[in-house]
């Protein structure tokens, strides 16, 4: 029966983790992007819901889970109130805006509710292996015809350079690439605790795919973290080598095989947007535009009313920009104003000192180095913060949320091994 059960659980764990990196949001069968979060957020939280039905018997509240759903309930409540107050014309999308930190308890609280039995996250590290290598394999479909139809299912309508940037099955670059760099950090330090070479070359690729989305934000945030973990590094000599002969090899194949680069769609494309960057700066182009405008827009209400922003006032923004808030600061300082960014920000902090704990605690390398990548990760949400809140936006608060969620069952399996472990001394010491 108890070998049923972690079948079972590991089951679980590994559908909600499918689920919510390819559950498909039909880009391109339908007329906008929001309705395509639309679809994503309603098969993930259907999937959710069963899932949290099969498990009711499971859910239990602790002293540790109880605060992080009062902390969630508090910030509901603040967006609520705050939307209420402030927002003028109160739609239905507002509601779900001030509603979503339920949302992401349900999802943080997921792998609590599966694992009624110890988790073993070196089992699951391995299914989240061949996710990511199948999502690497997705990225060419893009130079192939056939294939490419399959992508249609995950991208909005692109064409040209933004057609070939690698994004799996996330639709947008960045958002691939900061999913990328919690593998990278990982990679890293399984790396640097088991000193295995299939570790580090598993870690250079992943920077190599970084830098194959083509996201300005994505590239600079990878190259950052390429060079404050190179300061960590035990044997810093091949941090140093591997990408200068990666870059050489790449160069003498392409003179060998008479590589014409004008012949290349993506190249040119690529030529393409770098020129139109030299000649007209940021302002020619257009995604740099809209962080430009939405910022400013952000800020005007920000001075307005610098605490408690104007609520979720979805109706507004979309007029003002045509589109939702995507900057992690505009979303919140424009919204929810700077007690809204603080809460977010204590938050993250919290998550970050408990993963610190279990990387310090735990002695199973794969939870070690899981526990120090999301560290990594983590951090790395206040630089992409610039271009996208990748909390709040499309997969960005499943995969979070949920990642978040095993540190903290990690968090909370260590600190009862450990109360286990000084009872038991004392128990020890009574009967001497």
């Known amino acids: 029966m108890n070998s049923l059960r972690i079948n079972l659980n590991r089951f679980q764990n590994n559908t909600l983790i499918t689920v919510f990196l390819f559950s498909p949001p039909f880009f391109n069968a ?23 039905v099969f498990n009711l018997s499971n859910i239990k509240f602790n002293r540790e889970t109880v605060g992080v759903l009062i902390y969630f309930l508090v910030v509901a409540s603040y967006y609520s109130l705050d939307t209420v107050i402030f927002t003028e014309h109160v739609s239905v999308r507002d509601f779900f805006d001030a509603t979503r930190p339920l949302i992401y308890f349900v999802i943080f609280l997921m792998p609590i509710v599966v ?12 299914f989240l292996l061949i996710l990511f290598f199948i999502q690497l394999v997705i990225n060419f479909f893009v130079f192939n ?36 760099i919690l593998f990278m950090a990982m990679f890293f330090y399984l790396h640097y605790y088991t000193g295995k070479k299939l570790y580090y070359v598993f870690y250079f690729l992943t920077f190599v795919v970084c830098l194959a989305s083509g996201s300005r934000i994505g590239i600079a945030v990878a190259c950052l973290v390429y060079g404050l ?3 960590t590094a035990k044997n810093k000599l091949s941090f140093l080598l591997v990408p200068v002969v990666f870059v050489g090899t790449m160069f003498l194949m392409t003179i060998y095989y008479g590589f014409d680069y004008t012949d290349s769609a993506f190249l040119q494309s690529v030529i393409d947007k770098v020129l139109v960057l030299v000649e007209n700066g940021f302002s020619g182009d257009p995604s740099a535009r809209h962080r ?16 408690f922003g104007s609520g979720s006032n979805k109706m507004y923004f979309s007029e003002r920009l045509g589109l939702h808030l995507e900057s992690l600061y505009a979303y919140y ?39 120090r990548g ?50 038991d001394k004392e128990d020890s010491i009574m009967l001497n």
Not at 43 to 48: D, G
Not at 158 to 171: D, H, I, L, M, V
Request: hydrophobic share 45%; glycine share 6%.
């Open 30 to 52: 339908i007329s906008n992007t929001y309705q395509g979060q639309s679809i994503l957020y309603a098969i993930n939280l259907l999937i959710i819901g069963v899932i949290y």
């Open 115 to 126: 694992n009624s039995q110890k988790f073993d996250f070196k089992r699951y590290f391995n």
């Open 145 to 180: 015809d056939l294939l490419s139809f399959f992508l249609r299912v995950y991208r909005p309508q692109q064409s040209g350079y933004n057609w070939y940037r690698f994004s799996g099955t996330f639709g947008f670059s960045y958002m691939y690439c900061h999913y990328l």
């Open 229 to 231: 973990l190179f300061l």
């Open 292 to 307: 430009t405008s939405e910022l400013m827009v952000a800020m005007e209400i920000f001075y307005e009313n610098p605490w």
């Open 333 to 371: 300082l424009g919204k929810w104003g700077l007690i809204g960014l603080s809460v977010h920000f204590v938050f993250i902090a919290y998550l970050i000192v408990i993963a610190n704990r279990v990387a310090r605690k735990s002695e199973e390398i794969f939870e070690k180095s899981f526990a």
């Open 374 to 423: 999301y560290q990594i990760w983590v951090l790395t949400i206040i630089p992409f913060g610039l271009s996208i809140s990748v909390t709040d936006s499309y997969r960005g608060p499943f995969l979070f949320y949920l990642m978040s969620g095993y540190i903290f069952l990690l968090y909370l399996q260590l600190s009862n091994t450990n109360k286990s472990s000084i009872s």
